[in-house]
């Protein structure tokens, strides 16, 4: 006798233990490889993560019957982005004067990594700003 069991293979919590995980292990590949000395390896397995699993944040949606995001997903992602942005912001501007300040006085070189992400961190508040006007003009 057949089953009428339609449940899709691919469900909300498959979906996002897939995305999360494979970016998770991404991660942490990366961290670790550093840690241990292996940079191209753990930048390969990251590379490797970042692709799968944005393969499937993409496709899946497109290719799957099932409902894999709602407006709950939605509202959560906005709440965890403005959180992050705001701590990360918060941070920025508590931080970064006395740092400029420090090393504008001789007491610390602003270089190497940390240069890196205060332009990184720069950059990312730049995109988040223009990402936010273009979706304010368009609602």
Do not use: K
């Not at 550093?34 to 390896?41: G, N, P, Y």
């Not at 920025?92 to 400029?100: C, E, I, K, S, W």
């Not at 300040?101 to 990312?124: F, K, M, N, Q, W």
Request: hydrophobic share 50%; with cysteine; net charge neutral.
């Amino acid at each position: 006798m057949a089953s009428s069991h339609t449940d899709p293979w691919l469900t909300r919590q498959r979906y996002r233990g897939l995305v999360y995980g494979i970016a998770g292990v991404g991660i942490l590949s990366l961290l670790v490889g550093t840690v241990i000395d292996q940079h191209l390896a753990g930048a390969a397995i990251y590379l490797i993560g970042a692709w799968i699993g944005g393969g499937i944040a993409f496709l899946a949606p497109l290719l799957s019957d099932a409902r894999l995001q709602d407006e709950r997903d939605y509202e959560l992602h906005n709440r965890a982005s403005g959180l992050a942005m705001g701590i990360t912001m918060g941070l920025g501007l508590g931080l970064l004067p006395a740092v400029y300040v420090l090393d504008a006085g001789g007491y610390i070189e602003l270089s190497g990594a940390p240069a890196g992400a205060i332009v990184l961190a720069s950059a990312i508040f730049l995109l988040y700003g223009i990402c936010f006007g273009i979706v304010q003009r368009r609602n």
